[in-house]
């Protein structure tokens, strides 16, 4: 993968982030909310899911969601999914919730885990999907699940986990977008892996490039212009970490711009993450885990970010 712009390429751009405290989901205490959903808009509100517990980790969380008329003041509206039944692969947590649009249905993707939170834990998890003719539920979990899960191959960048989903539509495909780590490696060796389906249910297939981002602990794709863009965190190679990267084939990642002060597990408003109209740009704001500020911010919770692009 190509991380730097070289003497025949563009030059790279720079983005900055500001964040700022949102009323309904932000800070309470005794509450955690955390790895929220992207943002979708239905007639006239915007909507996103997230993680919802009483400990800070996600691995002891449902799954809630908020509206918002203008992406500052939310509403939480209750959870969208419970805990799978004892014992399954999703019994323990169902946490990092996402949202894909298509068929004229909601598909909620989401992780869950089988292992009870505690001294030594090791997560386990896999994603599944959740469908519903509105955004407001009732959810039916898709009796096809898990719809990925760790490969079965040690050496494999994902074979130890998958989790947090991130989906696009692309050459009338659906694109997952998501992040591995290998048996053996810890947090900060996460990668992004990719994953396509022919229908929105799957199967979803694994990508041969895989993994096509050799970093970061978030996922945050959207569609720019004709091809795919990526905002990386601060866990990876150096070369990328902190960075926006564009593939014009969506596998094939280049360094774009270097983001400032970038958000902590944000999900973005995209509005044209499902629509293949080739002409997304880079998102200007989402929500994203909060900083914590004082004695009853300890838990996690949701604020806004704001991106500027520099001229």
């Known amino acids: 993968m190509a991380v730097a712009a070289g003497a025949d390429e563009p030059a790279i751009g720079t983005v900055t982030v500001t964040h700022s405290p949102v009323e ?6 005794g509450v955690m909310r955390r790895d929220p959903s992207d943002i979708i808009k239905v007639d006239g509100l915007f909507y996103v899911w997230y993680s919802k517990g009483k400990i800070s980790p996600g691995y002891d969380a449902t ?4 509206t918002s008329p203008d992406g500052h003041k939310w509403t939480e509206k209750g959870m969208a999914l419970a ?3 004892p014992g399954s692969w999703e019994g323990a947590s169902v946490f990092t919730p996402n949202i894909l649009v298509a068929e004229g249905r909601y598909w909620l993707f989401y992780t869950g885990t089988s292992r009870e939170y505690g001294k030594g834990f090791n997560p386990d998890s896999k994603i599944g999907i959740a469908v519903s003719d509105s955004p407001e539920g009732p959810w039916q979990r898709l009796a096809t699940n898990p719809a ?5 191959n040690p050496a494999d960048f994902d074979s130890h986990l998958v989790d947090d989903a991130c989906l696009i539509v692309r050459d009338d ?15 900060g060796q996460t990668q992004m892996g990719l994953a396509i389906a022919q229908h929105p249910q799957g199967p979803y297939v694994r990508h041969e490039a895989n993994p096509v981002i050799p970093g970061n602990h978030e996922v945050l794709v959207w569609p720019q212009g004709a091809g795919v863009a990526a905002m990386i965190g601060t866990t990876g190679p150096k070369a990328i970490t902190n960075s926006i990267l564009y593939a014009e084939d969506g596998i094939n990642f280049s360094k774009t711009h270097k983001v400032i002060d970038g958000p902590w597990a944000g999900g973005a408003y995209r509005p044209e993450a499902f629509s293949q109209s080739g002409t997304g740009e880079i998102p200007t704001w989402g929500v994203e885990i909060g900083r914590a500020r004082g004695r009853n911010t300890r838990l ?9 692009e520099e001229q």
């Open 24 to 29: 309904g989901i932000g800070a309470e205490p």
């Open 173 to 187: 495909k659906y694109w997952f977008y998501y992040k591995g780590r290998q048996l053996g490696k810890g947090p």
């Open 148 to 152: 990925l899960k760790n490969s079965d």
């Open 300 to 308: 996690p919770f949701i604020e806004r970010f704001d991106v500027t």
């Open 83 to 85: 805990k799978g039944e």
């Open 63 to 66: 799954v809630w969601y908020a």
